[in-house]
């Protein structure tokens, strides 16, 4: 699906000839004028949204010709047994307490069905049997399409396109790219379902947080709004901060939705340092404020019998610890949480120094501390907590298969765990000074190799994770973000900005 703003909204005549349409009924002037049959108006989701292109179908259409089997709502699929195991492997590796857990009961209709043995398929297709990827690869192409086009086909209905199921598609399709990512094209899919996901959120309205699921899924396609946004420089629709405010109080989200926030707060922050229209002082001191509220936000979550609480324990024998330290948290959406604000604080600290360098000299009023080794410290703190919350997710022998939870486990630590990899790589590689007065890493040789210094075995521990991600549990964006930490692309990585801007080789496979 791809968000295409707001098209001519007249009659098929009169946006052939290209002329305005007065859209009366039955037909419009010119129509009765020319002595034509007037074909009617679109409804407001065709206006919003329309189908994907012709390349992203042609790109997804390469699994024709495997084995399938007829559906009875047309379209193929594979045979009713694999088609089950699939079912079952999303079940089992996708679903957890904190990533989709509004799918716990499976699918309710047959196209949010193709949209989930797409994922199912795609994750599998990354695994070790060799024999299989390729059909599993085929399956999940197929899938894609056939699910790609029936969710079209629901928000072409304004009643079928605010439901729970049709923006749960949305979603997954997203995530699909998610899975078989192979470059910029993959970017731009996922960005337009991201899009049409926060337009179907602001369409549905406030109504859709009254019910358990609308709250549920309405956090989760929250996040993934935010994730986009911090990728993307961009700023979090309003209508996110106002209806996270109106959700009714749940203990085990609180914390989350006031990070969320926070996240929408800093997203904006990164948009008017990108963009350069505020002055350094203006930004500096919003940042100075976002940094305190979430130093507060640490505070609050730490007092006894929060939902949020966890304790660091000194593990040398642990089979889930870093550097013989583990945390132990009292809820999995604590873990969430609490990496969510690490990266955070990482971003702010990024901004605040980036400001502090070049115009220091200039600025009238400037937070305590504020130097380069305050600044390297603290994002150096906030990556090994990284490090400790993420090797309870995955254990420190990497040979084995991934279980239950893992896909959603999994997908969650990758950005904390790409975003602590470059707090290493600020540490090891050389850096150049950009035209907007920043500084960028050159990520352009293999860092992680050197056995005596500790923040390339950090840097190799966390491309260790991500790999595991890839081959094991079926991510493939996780592949392309090792790839880059490891020096395969060539990366300049702005360090201000937080992100990619460019590779050697023209590679866009990370630009965002």
Not at 34 to 44: A, E, F, N, T, V
Not at 99 to 109: C, Q, R, V
Not at 342 to 365: F, H, M, N
Request: glycine share 6%.
């Amino acid at each position: 699906m791809v968000n295409h703003g707001r098209p001519s909204a007249g009659c098929g005549n009169c946006r052939r000839a290209k002329k305005s349409c007065d859209r009366k009924v039955p037909s419009c002037d010119r129509c009765s004028r020319l002595g034509k049959i007037c074909g009617g108006y679109r409804d407001l989701s065709e206006l919003m949204f329309r189908d994907q292109s012709t390349e992203v179908i042609r790109r997804a259409s390469t699994g024709e010709g495997s084995s399938r089997t007829t559906s009875p709502l047309g379209g193929s699929h594979s045979p009713p047994s694999q088609d089950s195991a699939a079912r079952l492997f999303f079940q089992e590796r996708f679903v957890t307490a904190t990533f989709l857990p509004f799918l716990s009961e499976g699918p309710s209709d047959e196209h949010l069905s193709r949209s989930i043995l797409a994922c199912a398929y795609a994750a599998m297709a990354n695994g070790d049997n060799e024999a299989e990827r390729t059909t599993h690869k085929q399956k999940a192409r197929t899938l894609y399409v056939e699910a790609l086009s029936a969710t079209n086909a629901l928000l072409k209905h304004n009643r079928r396109m605010k439901e729970d199921t049709t923006l749960i598609s949305v979603l997954l399709l997203g995530l699909f790219e998610k899975l078989v990512w192979d470059g910029v094209s993959s970017v731009s899919s996922w960005k337009h379902h991201i899009g049409g996901a926060t337009q179907m959120i602001e369409l549905r309205g406030r109504s859709q947080i009254r019910t358990k699921i609308g709250a549920q899924l309405f956090r989760e396609v929250r996040n993934h709004i935010i994730t986009d946004a911090l990728w993307s420089e961009t700023a979090v629709p309003e209508t996110l901060a106002r209806w996270t405010h109106a959700l009714e109080f749940e203990p085990l989200q609180i914390h989350s939705d006031q990070i969320s926030i926070l996240a929408g707060r800093v997203s904006s922050l990164r948009e008017h340092f990108c963009a350069g229209e505020e002055t350094d002082q203006l930004l500096l001191d919003t940042a100075t404020r976002i940094d305190a509220e979430l130093l507060a936000w640490s505070e609050q979550a730490l007092i006894q019998g929060s939902a949020c609480l966890y304790s660091t324990v000194q593990d040398q024998d642990s089979h889930t610890s870093w550097n013989g330290t583990r945390h132990d948290y009292s809820t999995p959406q604590a873990r969430e949480a609490w990496n969510e604000w690490r990266c955070l604080r990482i971003i702010v600290s990024r901004i605040q120094e980036a400001i502090w360098r070049r115009s220091w000299p200039t600025l009238e009023r400037q937070p305590e501390p504020n130097d380069a080794d305050h600044h390297a410290n603290l994002r150096a703190r906030m990556a090994a907590g990284i490090c400790v919350a993420t090797a309870g997710e995955f254990p420190n022998t990497l040979d084995a298969t991934s279980g239950r939870g893992a896909v959603g486990s999994a997908y969650l630590c990758i950005f904390p765990l790409f975003l602590a990899g470059t707090v290493a790589l600020e540490h090891l590689a050389s850096s150049i000074t950009t035209p907007g007065n920043t500084r960028a890493l050159l990520c352009n040789q293999a860092f992680h190799l050197d056995p005596l210094d500790r923040y390339s075995t950090q840097l190799a521990w966390i491309i260790a994770r991500l790999d595991y991600i890839s081959t094991k549990v079926g991510i493939s964006w996780a592949a392309a973000l090792s790839a880059c930490l490891k020096g395969d692309l060539g990366c300049h990585y702005n360090i201000a900005r937080s992100r990619v801007t460019r590779t050697e080789s023209n590679n866009e496979m990370l630009i965002t």
